[in-house]
């Protein structure tokens, strides 16, 4: 850049001007050529001379014989021009010139930075210079220390992503790497705990919760990038069903969707709802059997061997003793109630027809078959909603004959109904009507079981 004096006006061209022999120079690196007065250095007293050859930046001396001044421009303490506009550092002899006097940012000695600037004169700009300073990445613990912003020129530093923290460790990862002893995601913890529950590859027993039909199967599970996956093999929750189990495993059996309600309605799983005229009542879905915990007590599930050979009385007992869930205690069946319940609310002859069918049963055997063996012996009540077959009551022809409850007006009266395995095939005791009079005796016999009811009302 060079400096000519024109009158009383200073106007600044483009080389160096220490050759001039003036006293004082100052010096830019861009070019001082103009347009309008905006062109030219703001705040100086500057302004655009459109009839200089070419047009350039000029400013008007106080003096006309005074030296040019010797100004800092960008306030940045080095000058340009003679040595007396120069301050000399200890430690940079010969005095260096600021190689930009309008950008504070470069001077003799600064610091390299990404800023798209040849910060310290030396002709080697940004992460070219071996001077270079980078900026840290945000992230500066674990397997990203160390990491860099990379250099956008005059963008300045680039954000940090996970390409730039993977260039500067293969280790690191997004999401923490289990059992490998470092700090892969850059938060502070190595392998922590809450994240890392397991080492991957490892298999352990399972099961699908811990209630209900879940608690009973057991799966597997595998570890995987140090969460357990899924237990494989054993039993899911699934809609509550009317049942008497807790299908949807959440610890309570038969459950509705309301706090406290039964998805059974009026009876428990084991039951079936029959309405007698105006009367209501639950009676039990199969032929009592022995509960497996307690021998004295009965239940009526499917698939276990018929209670035979107990008296009258003990019957009578055991009926008490049995649950009715939430309904509280049993009953021996009343006649009209173990009638009505085996002819359905049609009033069938049989419990699956008006016709005899010969086989639909169990009436010509060499013994009682397990309880509800025969899916063509039932009495079809309706289903409770979303339970199928939740109305079908097994086994009140043949199989076993069942004590009843004498009516009112003879409690002397011991009587079995329905027919048994014992019965010969016969049509007549193998109907809802089919019974056999012990003549009062209250003595059990092989072919003798019971099941047990319940009145709502």
Not at 241 to 248: E, F, R, S, T, V
Not at 339 to 355: F, M, R, V
Request: aromatic share 6%; hydrophobic share 30%.
């Amino acid at each position: 850049m060079s400096v000519v004096r024109i009158g009383s006006w200073v106007a600044v061209f483009g080389a160096a001007a220490c050759s001039l022999g003036v006293d004082k120079d100052y010096l830019d690196t861009r070019s001082f050529g103009c347009v309008e007065d905006s062109d030219c250095l703001e705040g100086k007293g500057y302004v655009c001379k459109r009839d200089l050859d070419p047009p350039a930046c000029v400013r008007e001396l106080e003096e006309p014989d005074a030296p040019v001044p010797c100004e800092d421009l960008d306030e940045d303490t080095w000058f340009t021009g003679p040595l007396a506009c120069r301050q000399c550092k200890p430690d940079q002899p010969g005095c260096p010139e600021d190689p930009n006097d309008l950008n504070e940012q470069v001077f003799p000695g600064a610091t390299e930075r990404c800023d798209g600037l040849d910060n310290d004169g030396d002709g080697l700009v940004d992460q070219d210079d071996d001077d270079y300073v980078a900026t840290k990445c945000p992230l500066q613990v674990g397997v990203c220390l160390g990491a860099e912003r990379p250099c956008g020129g005059i963008a300045g530093p680039l954000e940090c992503d996970a390409t730039v923290y993977q260039a500067n460790s293969d280790d690191y990862a997004a999401e923490e790497i289990c059992g490998d002893g470092k700090d892969n995601d850059c938060d502070t913890r190595t392998d922590p705990p809450d994240v890392c529950q397991c080492t991957h590859g490892d298999v352990e027993d399972c099961r699908g919760g811990p209630f209900g039909e879940c608690a009973k199967v057991v799966g597997q599970r595998t570890c995987e990038g140090g969460q357990w996956g899924g237990c494989e093999g054993s039993t899911r929750a699934s809609p509550e069903k009317c049942d008497g189990l807790d299908n949807d495993c959440d610890g309570t059996v038969d459950d509705g969707d309301e706090p406290g309600s039964s998805i059974c309605l009026e009876c428990p799983w084991n039951m079936v709802f029959v309405a007698l005229g105006d009367q209501r009542w639950c009676v039990d879905r199969w032929e009592n059997s022995r509960d497996a915990d307690a021998a004295a007590r009965p239940v009526s599930s499917p698939d276990a061997d018929a209670w035979v050979s107990i008296d009258f009385g003990d019957v009578i007992g055991a009926c008490a003793l049995a649950s009715a869930g939430s309904l509280g205690v049993k009953e021996v069946c009343p006649i009209d109630v173990w009638t009505q319940a085996c002819k359905t609310a049609d009033n069938l002859a049989y419990p699956y027809g008006a016709d005899f069918q010969p086989g639909h049963c169990n009436g010509n055997g060499e013994g009682p078959e397990r309880t509800g063996t025969r899916a063509t012996c039932v009495s079809a009540w309706p289903d409770r909603p979303g339970s199928p077959e939740s109305g079908r009551i097994f086994d009140m022809s043949g199989n076993v004959a069942e004590w009843v409850r004498p009516p009112a007006n003879d409690q002397t009266q011991k009587l079995v109904y329905g027919g048994s395995y014992a019965s010969s095939g016969s049509p007549i005791d193998l109907s809802c009507e089919g019974r056999e009079d012990r003549a009062g005796s209250p003595l059990g016999a092989d072919h003798i079981g019971f099941r047990c009811c319940k009145r709502l009302d």
